[in-house]
C-alpha cells in the first residue's frame, strides 16, 4: 500500500489550497483515509476524516472551512482547504486504514503518506 500527499505550497492568509492523496495497492473503497497535520514543535493532530462510504468528520478548528471527499474510482481523497489561517501552517499527512468507521486517533491508522507542506502568510 502507498499513499502519495500532494498540493501543499504558500498561499496568503485567506486564501485555499486542495490537498490530494493518492492511493495504490489496495481497494480504495474498503479504506477509511484520514488528514493529519503537524506544525513545528508541536505533536501530530488530526484534521478532516472519511470512512469508505463517504461519511466526514472535521476537527473543530477546521469545520466549515476544510471539505474532505474522495473519489474511489481514482483512488483518491482530496481537502479542500478554504479561508486558511497562519495557523493551519503545517505539514499535512494523509493516512489510511481499512475499515469502514474513520477513526481520529493517528495511531489506529496503518498506512500513511510522506506529508506535503503547507504555508500560510499573515
Known amino acids: 500500500v502507498q499513499l502519495q500527499a500532494s498540493g501543499g505550497g504558500l498561499v496568503q492568509a485567506g486564501g485555499s489550497l486542495r490537498l490530494s492523496c493518492a492511493a495504490s495497492?489496495?481497494?480504495?473503497?474498503?479504506?477509511?483515509v484520514g488528514w493529519f497535520r503537524q506544525a513545528p514543535g508541536k505533536e501530530r493532530e488530526f484534521v478532516a476524516a472519511?470512512?469508505?462510504?463517504?461519511?466526514?468528520y472535521y476537527a473543530d478548528p477546521v469545520k466549515g472551512r476544510f471539505t474532505i471527499s474522495r473519489d474511489n474510482a481514482k483512488n483518491t481523497v482530496s481537502l479542500q482547504m478554504n479561508s486558511l489561517k497562519p495557523e493551519d501552517t503545517a505539514v499535512y499527512y494523509c493516512?489510511?486504514?481499512?475499515?469502514?468507521?474513520?477513526?481520529?486517533?493517528?495511531?489506529?491508522?496503518?498506512?500513511w503518506g510522506q506529508g506535503t507542506l503547507v504555508t500560510v502568510s499573515s
Open positions: 493516512a489510511s486504514v481499512f475499515r469502514m468507521g474513520p477513526p481520529r486517533t493517528a495511531s489506529d491508522y496503518d498506512y
Open positions: 495497492g489496495l481497494t480504495f473503497g474498503n479504506y477509511a
Open positions: 472519511i470512512s469508505g462510504s463517504s461519511l466526514t
